[in-house]
Every structure is written in structure tokens, then in C-alpha cells.
């Protein structure tokens, strides 16, 4: 291959580098151990350093850089004129020069991926690099695409083909060599700008997510340091499969974790009833939240008399509740307001002291505020409130639910939230998963909590309008990638339109995208998932995917269990990793498989969202479909988890209503 000498002298000077940045690193960790000031200034700088040591020491096992622009002798140029720029995970420099590759998240690397024949911006060629898939890594060759000559290859390329066909082994990985125009226009957003992504399934969504929040700290990163960013997924099987991707671009400040675990106040111990936990989950509670609160302020009955050495200072009770008028018209968090109202009422005892002359200093003033007298009116009008106490209160005592509730929750609305066996106090209270949800409902309307500088919230169709609040308070001050599929909503209150999720969200601006490339599944299982679609009764469009290969089976079986075996160990014989998917009885019942590489993977069907595999074994769809209010959308999940392979065995009797997968599409 012309050229394939240089491009192999190029890379014998990056693995110099390489080994130059690992040993300078190295020895600034040993320096930094002799010359650090302060304990805790040496070893915060030391564990930087150590990890950066590691990041680098592991480095060599990916490819060093994957793309290279070239730019033209033209002032279109601008300052890159006649330049050459090698893309890659990190930004890898010599101990001289110019760096030899450059972050894929720098300015001018966004060229890379936007670049085209009919806006080029001064680009004349862009090169993909192969590497062999599993190390020791080898460059295999590269393909050009001359932009300048009018070639443009889209998703027609050869590399990009290898890298989406490619078998799927251990947890997810970053797509940073292919990341797709319209993909780079999500993941390159400013800070501040929130988004929706609507994208069928295996479009890209996840991995345009976590790259977005790559992007971000490093567009941004002395301001995301400090506020943070968060990545919610809907379980920790997600979780772990997406868990590689952010380190393995370098970021391993990001808290990854589903919405229980970012509201775990405390354990979930109880259950509740399907209509209770559609009351609970309903935006009214918030309202009903907010009366609850307002309900326990109450107006002062007497006045203050406060002794201060030689004087006798007086706060009278129409004195008093004027303050607390003004104050609740401020519309303030709970706690905050009780803050307030004590600063206003040690305002007006300060104003008596000077008065007389005096001038109180700042120790007078907390003391006076923490003073009995001014403590007694703060928790007879405005008592300070545990959130479990409240709630215990509202679910315990249909009359205080009743005073908080009414016109806005019907009666039969109040008698489903209802404990049926209240506990004897609030702290022996076994919560809800729901009730974890409305208990930071009451702990934000308390006081805001801290938000994080930008949150990615995976699977949102799912959420519901309270858990949606949940993720709305924490961020308040920062921005919202929001990723999801309607057609993929099996939750019992799964959005139908993002309008009214956004607006739960907090972000009722937000802007909707749709992705409709699908990278993941074959176009001949993808179509054949889409058939569902008209019987979703959502408003998306269709994806379509970019991959021709891989297959679809559609069997009606004699024996589920004997069928599944033989399925699978068909599939062993083939690379990659293989799924069975049913219900979580079938599963539970189905026969032992000899599985010594733990390629295969039994999965109840409530746990496959957002999960990928090489080979799915679909079993009895017709009970995947009945086992839930919305098993069609679930159904729809499973057939669109398969990477190359999907099977559907089903046993074709009335029970089973085939009618449900269709006839097989001609292959
Ligand atoms: N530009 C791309 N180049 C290569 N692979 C890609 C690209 N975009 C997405 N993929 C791959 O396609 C697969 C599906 O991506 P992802 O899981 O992000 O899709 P999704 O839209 O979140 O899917 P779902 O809604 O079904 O969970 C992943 O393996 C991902 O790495």
C-alpha cells in the first residue's frame, strides 16, 4: 500500500513518544514524592500523577490514533494551510515540537467528522487507520477518502463497516474512530445547551451520551470539576456493559449510577400496589407535597419578650406575623423560609437593641437567633420536618392526607396511598422504591439539593413525571442530555411525547433530535422489529440500519427447552457473545446450558434495555408480550439486542399468539 512506510515511521516516532511520556511521568511522580509540600498536597499530587502514570502504562494496547486529516495550500485552510493532524483517544506529544496526535475532542478534530465534499473547510483528504482488533496492535492499513477529488464515503466505509460488524466481546467501547456527523452535532453542543435525543434502537444514543460527556470535560473541565457530571442508567446490568467507555477515553471523574441509587436516602424495604405507585409517580404529588409543607405553618399566637442584660426586648405578635407573611410570599424552599423567618425576627429585636444605642455584633446575632423565645415561635409557625416524618404522616393518616390532597387527588387516589398497617413511627417506615421519590420531593422542597454541572440521563422515556423532578432539582443550574426511544417505554407511566418530559425535566426548551441510523442491528432483524411499530401507538420515526449483514430465524418449535439448546450451542460455534432472552419464569425454567467460556447470558426480558449481544435467542414471544401492560414495547426491546444473530422460537399454539412476531421477512 502506497504510503504505508511513512505512516510506519510515524508510528515507530509515536511509540517513542509514548515511552518519553511514560518516563517523564514516571519521574514526576518520584520527584513529586521528594519536593511535594503539605501531606495532603503530596498525595493528592501523587495519586494524580500514579494514575496518569497508569493511563499512560496501559496506553499502548489501544491505537495510538485512528484518523488523520490533511489540509489543502488554500486560504480556505485558514490556519491549518497545508497542515497534517493525526486524530486519536489523547493527545500524545514528544519532547519536542508540536504534539504528534491530537485529543479527537480539540477543536480542529471536529473536521474529522464534519468535513464533507460539499463543506470541506480546507480539507483535502481524510485518512482512517485499521489496527488489528486484539493486541499486540498492529496498523493494517488505512483508507482515504480525497474530499478535494469530490470522494466522500459516508457509511459506505470499509473501516467503518469492520468496526460496527465487528463481534461484540466484554463491555461496551467508545466509538471515537466512526462518531458519525450528525452524531459529533449532539456530542459537540455547548454546556449550556440541553438536548433530546429520539433515536430507534441501537442508533447511537448511549454511546453519543457518554461521548458528549467526554466532550464536555474537556471543553470545559476547571468548571465540570467542580460542579460534576452524572450518567443515569435504568439498571446496574446497563451500568456495567457502558461502564468502560468515559475511562477509557480518560474520564474516570463521572458518577455512573441509576436514579434508586442517586435518591437512596435509605434502603428500599416495602411495596406497593400498581395504583399506588401510579398516584405516587404522578406530578400531582408534588403539589400535594407543597400543601403538605405550607400546611405546617402556622401563625403566631403571642408575641416575644427576649431579656438582653439591662433591656427587655419585645417582638409583638402582629409584629410577627407580618414577618412570617412576607416571608412565605417569597415562595422559598421550606427550610430556607424558617431561616429567613428567624433572620427577620432577630432583624427586628437587633433594631430595638440599637435603639437604645447599641450596636450587636455578629455573635449577638447568632446567639440571639438560637436564643428559646425565637427558637419557640420558629417551631410552633414554621417546626423544622424530617421528610420521612411528613410522609409517614401523609400515607399514615388519611385525615392529614386528606387536608393536602383534596382537589387534587380523587378519593380513590387517597384510599390507594394509604398505608393499610401504618408503622408505629416514621423511622420503623418500610419505603417504597416510589416512596424514595417522594421523599426527595419533600427533602427538595425543603431545601434545593446540589446539582451537578451537567447530567446524561439514559433510557428517559421510562422516567416518570416525580423521577423526572427528581433529576430536574439537580440541575437547576447546569444542562441535560436526555437520551431515549418512546417506542421502548415499559414503564406503567412511560412518556408518549418528550414535550411533557422535558417539561418535567426542567427543560421544556430543550431541543428534540432524531437519530435514525441504526448501528446495531442488521437491517433484516431491524425491519422486522419495526413491524411493531404501528402497534406502539408513538409518533417515531422508523430506524434504518447501515448494516446488510447477519441473520434472522424465525422458528416454531415442538420443545422451548430442547430448541434453546440446540440454538445456543449453534451459536458457541460462532465468535462473539450470545443472549437468551424470555421471561423470568421460562428462564428460570429452562435447561442447564454447558457454557465454559461464559459466553452466554440468560436474561429475563425486563433487564435487556439498553444491553447489546452478538447472537439473541428470543423464546415465546407471545409470553413476553402478556407478562406486562406494555409487553408489546418490551418485545420490541428484545428483538433489537441482536449485533449480528436474532432467533425467535415460539411453539406456535393459541396460547402463544404468533400473530405477535409476524411471518419472517423473505431473507
Ligand atoms: N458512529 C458509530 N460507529 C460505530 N459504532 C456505533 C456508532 N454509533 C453507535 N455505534 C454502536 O452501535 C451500538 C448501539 O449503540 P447505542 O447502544 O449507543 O445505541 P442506543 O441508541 O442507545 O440503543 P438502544 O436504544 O437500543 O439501547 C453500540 O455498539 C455502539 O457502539
Redesign the pocket.
Known sequence: MAGLEDELEFLDRVHAAQAWMLDHARMRVTTGEQVAGDRYTAETLGRMLKSYVKELAEEPDGAPYFGRLGFEDTPAAGDHRNQRYHIGRRRIAGEHGPPLVIDWRAPVSSLFYQAGVGDRRGVSVRRRYGWTSRPPIRLTGFEDERLDHGEELGTTSRL?AE??ERP?VGP??D?VA???PE?DELVRADLDQSLCVQ??????????GLHRAAYLLYAHRRQLKRTGVLVVGPNPAFLDYISAVLPALGEVDVRQCTLEDLLASTPVRGTDTDEAALVKHDARMAEVVRRALAGLIGQPAEGIVLPDGSYRLRVAVSALARELALVRSEDLPYGVGRERFRTRIVALLQRQLEYHGESPNRKWLDRTGRSRPVTGVLDRCWPRVRPEELLATLLGDASALKAAADGILTGTEQAALLWARPPRSFKSAKWSAADLVLLDEIAGAIQHPEGFGHIVV?EAQDLSPMQCRALARRSRHGSLTV?G?LA?GTSAWAAAEWGAQLTHLGKPDAPVTA?TLG??VPAVVLSYANRLLPRLKVAVPAARSVRADGELNVRAVPDLGVAVLGHVRAALDQEGSIAVIATAGRIAALPGIDDPDGRVTLLPATLA??L?FDHVVVVEPAEIVAAEPRGLHRLYVVL?RA?SRLDVLHTGDSASDVRIVPEPPLS
Open positions: 467503518l468496526e460496527i461484540r461496551m467501547r466509538i466512526t462518531i458519525q452524531q433515536g430507534g434502537p441501537g442508533t447511537g444514543k448511549t454511546a453519543v439514559d437520551l426511544d421502548q437519530l448501528f446495531r434495555k439498553g447489546e433489537t449485533v
